[in-house]
C-alpha cells in the first residue's frame, strides 16, 4: 500500500502534522547584525507554512556558537521577540515549526564573537569560513566541565527561549561536524575523562544537552538530528559506530519528538557504519520516528517510506527553489530546479 505523504501524522499526543513533509534546516545568514530575524525572513517562512514542520535554519544558543556570518540567535529578548513574527506568521497559516538549536563548536570563528573557541579537544579543523575566506580557522580550547556544564545549561535556556518565542518545539543540531557531533567522533574527541575515549563516555555531552533541553520543554517537544558517519567538517573513524550504537538505544528510551538525520545525500554509504547509509544505519540501531533527508524527491521519498526505511521526510534545497513546494508536488506540477545562485536571496 502506498503511504499518502501529504495526509496527517501525529508525532505523538501533542503534535500533529498536516502532512509527512518537513522543511529541513536550511542556515541563509540573512539575519540582521544583531542576529535578529528580519521581515523578509517572517515572509520567507510563512511562504512555506503548509509543509508539515519547518525545522528553522540552525539558530546559535550564544554568541561563541558562531562560525557564519549573520546566523540568527535565541538568547537575547530582541531575538526572542524576531523569532515570534515568525512562528506567528507561520501559525496563522495553520503551519508549525521547530526552532534548530545550534552550537558549531570548533567551527566557530573568534571574528564573530571575540573569544574562545571551544571544542571537546584542542584539534582544529582545516580551511576557512564559507562566504568569508579571508577568516582561518584556529586551533579550538578544549573545554573544561565547567565550560561543558555552562553549554548544556545555554542549551536549555535556548529551548525555553524557543518556546517562548512561539516554536512549537526544538531540534537540538547533533549533526554536520558541530559541536554535539564533535563529542561523538575521535577525529575530534581524544579526552581522556568522562566525555571521551569509550562510547559511553562520548555519547554523554549529547544525552546530557537532550536530558536538559527535555526536562526544559517536555521530551514531546525535543528532537534531534545526528550524522553517525562523518562527512562535513570532519573525517570518519573505525570506532564511530561503536558510539553510535551505544548512543541510538539511549535515547529510544527518551521519547523524543523524532530523530533525523544529518546527510546531504542518502546514497552515500560509510565504510565505518558496515557499508550502510545513514539512515539505513540509524532506523536499524532506532526504533522511534525517524526522519530521513539528502537528494530525494517527493516520488523516491514516497517509495523509502512506502518501504520503512524511516517515518518523515525533510526537503531541503527544493523548497530553496519552491516556496510552494507542498502545492506543486499536490498538483503534480513541475518544480523549479535547485541552483546556489538562489542563496543570494530570501524567495
Ligand atoms: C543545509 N543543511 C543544514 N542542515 C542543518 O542541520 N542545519 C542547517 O542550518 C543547514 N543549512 C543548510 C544550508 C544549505 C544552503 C543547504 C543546501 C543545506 C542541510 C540540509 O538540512 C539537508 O540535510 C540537505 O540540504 C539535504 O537535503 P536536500 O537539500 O537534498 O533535500
Ligand atoms: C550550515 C552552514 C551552511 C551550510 C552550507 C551548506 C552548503 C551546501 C553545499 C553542499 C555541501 C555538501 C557537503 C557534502 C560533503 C560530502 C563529502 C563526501
Known amino acids: 500500500m502506498t503511504t499518502d505523504l501529504l495526509s496527517p501524522f501525529k508525532l505523538n499526543d501533542s503534535i500533529e502534522l498536516q502532512n509527512r513533509v518537513l522543511m529541513a534546516p536550511l542556515t541563509r545568514c540573512m539575519s540582521d547584525d544583531n542576529l535578529v530575524p528580519t521581515q523578509a525572513m517572517v515572509d520567507y517562512y510563512a511562504r512555506r507554512a503548509d509543509a508539515g514542520l519547518i525545522i528553522s535554519e540552525a539558530t546559535i544558543i550564544r554568541p561563541d556558537a558562531q562560525g557564519y556570518p549573520n546566523t540568527p540567535g535565541l538568547f537575547t529578548s530582541e531575538q526572542i521577540q524576531g523569532w515570534k513574527k515568525v ?77 517562548e518565542a512561539g516554536f512549537d518545539g526544538v531540534e537540538i543540531h547533533g549533526a554536520n561536524g558541530y559541536l554535539i557531533d564533535q563529542f561523538l567522533h575521535f577525529a575530534a574527541n581524544q579526552r581522556e575523562d568522562q566525555y571521551g575515549q569509550t562510547p559511553e563516555n562520548m555519547s554523554r555531552f549529547a544525552l546530557e544537552v537532550v536530558d ?4 526544559a520543554i517536555g521530551a514531546d ?14 573525517t570518519e573513524s573505525d570506532g564511530d559506530k561503536a558510539v553510535f550504537d551505544y548512543l541510538l538505544p539511549a535515547l529510544e528510551t527518551r521519547n523524543l519528538a523524532y530523530l533525523h538525520v544529518g546527510i546531504f545525500d542518502d546514497s552515500m554509504r560509510f565504510a565505518s557504519l558496515g557499508d550502510k547509509s545513514a539512515s539505513e544505519y540509524m532506523r536499524g540501531a532506532y526504533k522511534g520516528t525517524l526522519v530521513g533527508v539528502g537528494s530525494y524527491s517527493f516520488e523516491t521519498a514516497n517509495q523509502a517510506i512506502d518501504n520503512n526505511q524511516f517515518d518523515l521526510i525533510a526537503i531541503g534545497r527544493p523548497f530553496i527553489a519552491n516556496p510552494d513546494y507542498i502545492s506543486k508536488v499536490k498538483n503534480g506540477e513541475a518544480l523549479t530546479p535547485y541552483s546556489d545562485e538562489m542563496l543570494a536571496e530570501l524567495i
Open 87 to 163: 512562528t506567528d506568521a507561520v501559525h496563522a497559516k495553520g503551519g508549525k515549526m521547530f526552532a534548530q538549536l545550534w552550537h558549531v563548536g570548533r567551527v566557530a570563528h573568534p571574528h564573530f564573537f571575540g573569544g574562545d573557541v571551544l571544542a571537546p579537544s584542542a584539534i582544529g579543523v582545516e580551511g576557512s569560513v564559507p562566504r568569508m575566506r579571508e577568516l582561518t580557522y584556529v586551533t579550538p580550547k578544549a573545554v573544561t566541565i565547567e565550560d561543558i556544564q555552562g553549554l548544556i545549561a545555554d542549551y536549555a535556556k535556548a529551548a525555553e527561549n524557543a518556546i
Open 212 to 215: 536538559a533541553v527535555v526536562a
Open 221 to 234: 517537544k525535543t528532537a534531534l538530528r545526528l550524522s553517525p558517519g562523518a562527512y562535513f567538517n570532519m
